[in-house]
């Protein structure tokens, strides 16, 4: 397949593009894509933020075009950490900073289910250090969910064995934040 | 070990020890994007911050032993040469990004080269863990042990909703990207590829050329990742793509027996032809190079040639490429004198290894 800019060189470049159900297909040779500045092995690349900035932008596209005003303005959201629009996030498809998270809170569960197949919350790893706390809020979480089921079962032995242990890890939560 | 030792040895150490299901399963790779808490994302932060880091991490870390990888060394991209960093990309031990782009970047290298941890590319931090054959368990495994030493003493920004916090939203959660990258020549001659990479993607992973997104599959190579990283588990997200990788590794088993069984004459005409043209020309482009290169491992994964390692490939393949060309000759080259020293070099490292073993 000949390249679609110079139509001279072979096609060693396949992009697929499909936004809102809309496909493009893009086959171009390596000269070309460096010109265009396309992704290439080695060279400076940016396609997958072109491509997401397509994905964040969508409540654009998908918002009715006699808007009410009741949806505060795209313009209006900006990180107060690291100055960072929502405008700007949605062209470079990146955060500027981790505080960016917070401030666009609002508009980022539909992104993340589109991008994550429907999920918004966060199942895996807890740092060890930082996360302690949250170690010991998802163990009581747990030991509170098992002690139902064990009250609901009438074993009250270990039922009370178990609100020991919540009790315990509660008392230990509470020290460590007056510590 | 020096940046020139890590430039020298053109196939790194892990390569060489041969992994599970390695006729089909070249390499399995585990990385974790992470970022400091109350940094701006490398994107933004000013160089300074990101130099502090890069400083922060080398004083604590660098020529430290950890016990699973030897001793830690890092090296910053200022310090070397365009070629340098190419050959690293080469190797798969920075990315182009780091390479191209990256203020203050730096990478710190275990001595056998599976653990690579880049610094101020897209994320302040990206640990990669790289073993030969099909060990996703064993490299996340791998990866979890250097995330919690880098965590030891670095504050990593981290969401009790959204887990940790990368520059990308493709990112976020567990910042895992696991990758296995897959040798699948049997089922892109019966035309199965067309059939399986729609499914693939289904069932949200992704399937990409060897140099990831955007590349084409060259040499019959594909790389094979998850695409979400939000809302499962680390060990869920690997055992899906392991899963669908054991499927590919028995079709991709079942075509090749077939191709023996019904075609051998064909199969065996395909592998010797480009046995051939490796061993004789005079000239010749990565692209066919590759091409001819994935051709004669699947002669000796078959069975078909019986005097070459699959192993010589696997350095060829690294071997070939620009960037090693030219640290090999010492100089720039243009793209005919490359084309010309690729052939010469296949031609002699093939005539090595029949010779060696006549």
Not at chain 2, 79 to 91: F, G, H, P, T
Not at chain 2, 297 to 307: A, E, S, T
Request: glycine share 6%; proline share 3%; with cysteine.
């Amino acid at each position: 397949m000949l390249c679609q800019e110079c139509k001279e060189r072979q096609a060693t470049l396949h992009f697929t593009k499909i936004i809102n159900g809309e496909k493009t297909e893009i086959h171009i040779c390596d000269v070309c894509a460096k010109e265009k500045g396309e992704h290439i092995p080695g060279s400076k690349s940016f396609s997958i933020h072109q491509l997401l900035s397509g994905l964040l932008d969508f409540d654009q596209t998908v918002s009715p075009v006699h808007s009410t005003g009741h949806t505060p303005s795209r313009e209006a959201l900006s990180c107060p950490s690291c100055s960072m629009t929502y405008e700007k996030f949605a062209k470079v498809g990146r955060f500027g900073c981790a505080e960016c998270y917070k401030a666009f809170q609002s508009k980022l569960d539909p992104i993340f289910k589109r991008i994550h197949s429907g999920n918004v919350v966060h199942g895996g790893k807890v740092p060890k250090r930082i996360g302690q706390d949250l170690h010991l809020h998802k163990e009581i979480e747990k030991l509170k969910q098992e002690l139902k089921v064990l009250i609901a079962k009438e074993e009250f032995e270990q039922a009370a064995e178990l609100r020991d242990r919540i009790r315990s890890l509660e008392k230990s939560l509470a020290e460590k934040k007056e510590g | 070990m020096s940046l020139q030792q890590f430039i020298s040895q053109a196939i790194s150490p892990w390569m060489k020890k041969e992994g599970p299901n390695s006729d089909i399963v070249l390499s399995s790779r585990v990385r974790l994007a992470r970022n400091i808490q109350n940094v701006p994302f490398p994107m933004l932060a000013a160089t300074e911050e990101l130099s502090a880091l890069s400083d922060k991490i080398n004083t604590h870390y660098s020529r430290q032993s950890h016990h699973r990888f030897g001793t830690i060394e890092l090296l910053k991209t200022e310090d070397m040469k365009q070629n340098e960093k190419r050959v690293l990309v080469e190797k798969h031990l920075i990315s182009p990004a780091l390479s191209d782009e990256s203020r203050a970047g730096a990478v710190l290298l275990s001595e056998d080269e599976s653990l690579s941890v880049m610094i101020n590319e897209e994320d302040h931090i990206r640990i990669q863990c790289l073993l030969s054959g099909f060990q996703l368990t064993e490299a996340l495994k791998l990866a979890n042990e250097v995330d919690d030493w880098l965590e030891d003493k670095l504050d990593f920004a981290f969401d009790e909703k959204r887990g940790y916090l990368t520059s990308c939203p493709t990112n976020v959660g567990t910042g895992l990207r696991a990758s296995v990258m897959m040798h699948l020549p049997a089922l892109v001659i019966t035309r199965q590829m067309n059939r399986i990479l729609p499914a693939v993607n289904q069932l949200g992973l992704v399937v990409r050329g060897i140099y990831g997104e955007g590349s084409e599959a060259q040499g019959n190579l594909f790389q094979i990742s998850n695409q979400i990283t939000l809302g499962k588990t680390e060990e869920d997200i690997v055992q899906d793509l392991q899963s669908v990788v054991l499927q590919l590794i028995q079709q991709e088993r079942a075509a090749r027996k077939t191709l023996m069984e019904q075609s051998r004459i064909q199969m065996e005409d395909r592998v010797y032809r480009s046995y051939g043209v490796l061993a004789y020309s005079r000239t010749m482009e990565s692209k066919e190079a590759t091409k001819r290169l994935s051709d004669v491992r699947l002669g000796i994964d078959m069975g078909i040639i019986k005097d070459v390692s699959a192993n010589i490939l696997n350095e060829l393949m690294i071997l070939i490429q620009p960037g090693f060309l030219q640290q090999y000759a010492g100089e720039v080259l243009s793209p005919e004198q490359r084309d010309h020293r690729r052939a010469m070099l296949i031609r002699d490292r093939l005539h090595l290894e029949t010779k060696k073993n006549n």
